[in-house]
């Protein structure tokens, strides 16, 4: 069976179960005040899109997409399961969220992910498709846990 990727009301026990999972670890890698992820309910504001995705019936990670309301958009929320990871799925995560924000015209991409070895994984990605460095952008500060990356569409 394919990967398939659906829009997510995060509402299942199998998403929220992941999202905890997301948190825990990011707050295992990051001082709290440093910690930028969306909870559940964050992740159910209607300038947020949650993607789950699925191989085989069994859910494998998620994305999500924040409308920035100035013609971009902010990547947040992806994450792969730890024993899947390395296998693509990440990837295919982002290349979906790129193509949505494609098809919604915008601008550019942004996110902001964790500075510390943890996330070299997650900043590699974001480097192979052409994310750059950047400063904080929308309502986040310098913040030397934080790194800030941007895409023009």
């Known amino acids: 069976m394919p990967i398939e990727i659906k829009v997510d009301d995060v509402s299942s026990p199998d998403m929220l179960a992941l999202l905890q999972v997301h948190a825990d670890l990011m ?4 001082p709290p005040g440093s910690c930028h ?3 559940a ?3 159910r504001s209607p300038d947020v899109t949650v993607w789950s995705m699925w191989d085989d019936r069994s859910l494998v990670g998620c994305g999500a997409l924040k409308d920035l309301s100035d013609g971009t958009g902010e990547v ?3 994450h792969t399961k730890s024993d899947l990871r390395g296998q693509g799925y990440g990837r295919r995560m982002l290349e979906h969220i790129m193509m949505e924000a494609g098809r919604r015209n915008y601008s550019a991409l942004y996110l902001e992910t964790g ?5 070299l994984p997650a900043r590699r990605i974001y480097e192979s498709y052409g994310f750059r ?3 904080p952008f929308g309502d986040y500060a ?3 846990n934080s790194v800030f990356m941007h895409r023009p569409l």
């Open 41 to 43: 309910e964050g992740l």
């Open 27 to 30: 707050l295992s890698l990051s």
């Open 37 to 39: 992820f969306l909870p």
């Open 142 to 144: 310098l913040d030397p």
């Open 133 to 135: 460095y950047c400063g």
């Open 115 to 119: 500075s510390m070895v943890g996330f």
């Open 76 to 78: 947040k929320s992806m």
